[in-house]
């Protein structure tokens, strides 16, 4: 039986502020376990681990600076509501990486498993701020905006921003890490286009 959709979108203060610490605190997982990796991911955390592993920069710090500019596309297009979770959960990111080290060592990780498990990991992070009417920022604004104007997947619009960053990536990293990369991609974008539909279930 498939929800009401005006029911379904109606979600309480305490519903949404689990969502979104429920997400975030998924995709914090989901790029340490890139991080310890030696992979990357695309949209912006993927822009954002590559600037930090250039630079040495701290990965929160570019990740949040990179996502701030996106706030004007999301207030003037999707409403304050999601602009301030979705600011939000972008901070709590920011934070739960920079004191990953503290909280979660990882031992051997297979490569493989490692990147299907950061892309399932990190789909349902986003899947849940989705739901809630947040997103991580950056292409996922667009994604979610676009998807409710036009219909097109957010998670489609996400791969054909991610090939450009996976380009940039072969210069940086050799080319197992790259195809490993794409591949924890693929299954984090796969997540989000056949669970984040309208009919199914309304975030917004």
């Given amino acids: 039986m498939r929800p009401e959709p005006e029911r379904a979108s109606r979600h309480g203060a305490l519903a949404d502020a689990q969502g979104v610490i429920f997400g975030a605190s998924m995709g914090a997982l989901g790029i ?3 991080a310890h990796l030696g992979l990357v991911t695309g949209q912006t955390a993927g822009i954002a681990l590559l600037v930090s592993m250039a ?27 999601f ?4 600011l939000l959960s972008v901070a709590l990111v920011s934070l739960l990486t920079a004191m990953q080290p503290r909280l979660v060592n ?23 701020l989705f739901r809630h009417g947040a997103s991580l920022g950056g292409i996922g604004v667009l994604g979610v905006w676009l998807q409710d104007r036009t219909g097109f997947r957010a998670g489609y619009t996400q791969m054909v921003v991610d090939a450009g ?19 924890g991609a693929i299954v984090l974008n796969a997540c989000i286009a056949i669970n984040h539909r309208r009919d199914w279930y309304v975030a917004i």
Avoid: C, E, Y
């Fill in 32 to 34: 340490a376990f890139l």
């Fill in 55 to 81: 630079t040495g920069w701290p990965f929160g710090v570019v990740f949040l600076a990179l996502n701030l500019p996106f706030m004007w596309l999301a207030w003037t297009r999707m409403g304050p509501g």
């Fill in 83 to 86: 602009t301030i979770k979705t």
């Fill in 106 to 128: 990882f031992g051997h990780v297979d490569q493989v498993a490692g990147a299907v498990l950061a892309g399932m990991i990190s789909g349902a992070g986003l899947l849940a």
């Fill in 165 to 183: 960053v996976f380009v940039a990536a072969l210069v940086m990293l050799p080319l197992r890490a790259v195809l490993l990369s794409l591949l």
